[in-house]
Each structure stands twice: as structure tokens, then as C-alpha cells.
């Protein structure tokens, strides 16, 4: 168990829909990052928080945002679903953000678009 | 840009054997070097990591790498095969010159380990 937690572990939507998914770093991590395993992109990094503020973009969509609170749980929110949207979203948190802190990946959320 | 390349989608080894995972890697600069096994329906969890020191890493569950620059290579290695060391292994890779923390990650090698 990394001591990443995320929620929901699965889910089930319809096309162009809207949901969230939710991830709890480890105690202390202060950043947290976004990333999306798909079978044809592989593992694509989608954005990175750092003590909730916005430090890297990667190769996220329009359609989707994510926000980073308070208490540093993170949130990353998929809008008018497609398809090609269904993939496992994992969820990664470090100590720091930058350098070579390593990253712990929470279990993930398999997004399943119909 | 930087890059990870797993040169084999599997591999294939009888429990008992050496084993051994390749990952050739480029960046720009001096790289921050990574290790992942993922379990089926799990997360990604880190074996090992090379930041700078030795070029022998040494990991969980007896695996080790050899950061090896002027081949930009970084291949894992076990000396002797579990059928438990089953899975999909990922090697990743952060460029110390780099603006963010991100991570680059292979397309993964599955590995079988035959009993």
C-alpha cells in the first residue's frame, strides 16, 4: 500500500458526461500528478499540483481540469466524455516538486465510457 | 524531448534463471532513472531508482539496475526468477534539467516467469 488513496476505484458513465475522481496523497507529499494508462497512449503524465497551485501541463485535454485544495487532496474532472476517454487514471503524490523525490501511485480509477 | 524505449513487449524466463528487463532512455541532460512493477488491477509501484552515486542500484524483492551512460541504458535484472515476479514492469525517467517532476514512462515489458 503506497498510501495514496483514491476513490471511486471504478466507473461507469455514458458519452458526454461529466465526473470526477478524487485522490489523497501520502501524508506529507505536497505534490500530486495526474496520469492516464490507456492501451494505445500507454502512460501519458496529464498535469501536476504542487501545495495547490498548477506546476506542469501535460497532454490533458480541453475537456478535463483539475484542482488541488486546502488540504491537498486532489480532484481531476472529466467533461463531455468520449469514448477514447475510458483508460485507468492513476493518481501519484511526492514529498516535493521537483527534484528526485519519488512518486507514489495511488491504485487508480478505471473510467469505463459507454 | 525525452524518451524511455522497452525494447520487448515480453519476456519470457523459467523460474529460476537470471532474468533480465532492457530500457534504453534520452534526455538533454542528466536523468533521474526509474523502476515500476504493476500488479494486475493494481498501482504502480516503485522498485528502485537511480539519482546519482553508483551505477548499481539495488531494489525491493531482490531486482537491481545498472545505470550504464554511455549505452543511456538502464536495464533491471534478477538473479533468480520468481514465478511471483510476474507482471508489467515500466522503467521512467525525469530529466534533472527539467522545469517539472514529470515523469517519462516506457511502454512497459510484461514479464512471464514459467514454473
Known amino acids: 500500500d503506497s498510501g495514496v488513496t483514491q476513490t471511486p476505484k471504478h466507473l461507469i458513465t455514458a458519452t458526454g458526461q461529466r465526473v470526477t475522481l478524487r485522490c489523497s496523497p501520502r501524508?506529507?507529499?505536497?505534490?500530486v500528478y495526474w496520469y492516464q494508462q490507456s492501451l494505445d497512449q500507454g502512460l501519458q503524465f496529464l498535469i501536476q499540483y504542487y501545495n495547490g497551485e498548477e506546476r506542469a501541463k501535460g497532454n490533458i485535454l480541453e475537456r478535463f481540469s483539475a484542482q488541488q485544495f486546502p488540504d491537498l487532496h486532489s480532484e481531476l474532472n472529466l467533461s463531455s466524455l468520449e469514448l477514447g476517454d475510458s483508460a485507468l487514471y492513476f493518481c501519484?503524490?511526492?514529498?516535493?516538486?521537483?527534484?528526485?523525490?519519488?512518486?507514489?501511485f495511488g491504485p487508480g480509477t478505471r473510467l469505463t465510457v459507454l | 524531448a525525452q524518451s524511455v524505449a522497452q525494447p520487448e513487449d515480453q519476456v519470457n524466463v523459467a523460474e529460476g534463471n537470471p532474468l533480465t528487463v532492457k530500457c534504453t532512455y534520452s534526455v538533454s541532460g542528466n536523468p533521474y532513472l526509474f523502476w515500476y512493477v504493476q500488479y494486475p488491477n493494481r498501482g504502480l509501484q516503485v522498485l528502485l531508482k537511480y539519482i546519482t552515486g553508483d551505477n548499481l542500484v539495488k531494489g525491493s524483492y531482490g531486482f537491481e539496475a545498472e545505470f550504464n551512460k554511455s549505452q543511456t541504458s538502464f536495464h533491471l535484472k534478477k538473479p533468480s526468477a520468481l514465478v511471483s515476479d510476474s507482471a508489467l514492469y515500466f522503467c521512467?525517467?525525469?530529466?534533472?534539467?527539467?522545469?517539472?517532476?514529470?515523469?517519462?514512462f516506457g511502454t512497459g515489458t510484461l514479464l512471464a516467469v514459467q514454473p
Open positions: 501519484a503524490s511526492s514529498l516535493g516538486g521537483r527534484g528526485m523525490d519519488t512518486q507514489y
Open positions: 501524508s506529507g507529499d505536497l505534490s
Open positions: 521512467a525517467v525525469r530529466d534533472i534539467g527539467g522545469a517539472t517532476n514529470k515523469l517519462i
